[in-house]
């Protein structure tokens, strides 16, 4: 398998305890996705009862299409962090601000 190494902000915390990649607070995707144009929802989450194996791995942010957000630089997250929680019934971008 060919990889790629890339440095991205990561996941410093999902409270979305229902997302199978969420282990103790912690995102285990290899990357997330944030949003579309205007809403910064974890595209990512995916709600299951059994949860990701590989807990050695923290999740960085691949994209974010919130083109709104002021941590949002040619569709990239460039915040230090982010953390993702539950906003009406949705998983979402805790770290999202307005331009």
Do not use: W
Request: hydrophobic share 35%; glycine share 8%.
């Amino acid at each position: 398998m060919k990889k790629v190494t890339l440095e991205m902000p990561m996941v410093a915390k999902c409270a979305v305890n229902e997302c199978a990649y969420n282990v103790n607070s912690n995102c285990h995707a290899r990357a997330i996705t944030i949003g579309d144009a205007t809403h910064p929802g974890c595209d990512t989450f995916m709600g299951a009862s059994q949860h990701a194996k590989s807990v050695n791995r923290i999740a960085g942010i691949g994209a974010c299409k919130t083109g709104t957000c002021k941590h949002n630089e040619d569709f990239e997250c460039m915040a230090d962090s982010v953390q993702v929680g539950m906003v009406h019934n949705e998983a979402n971008c805790l770290t999202f601000a307005m331009r």
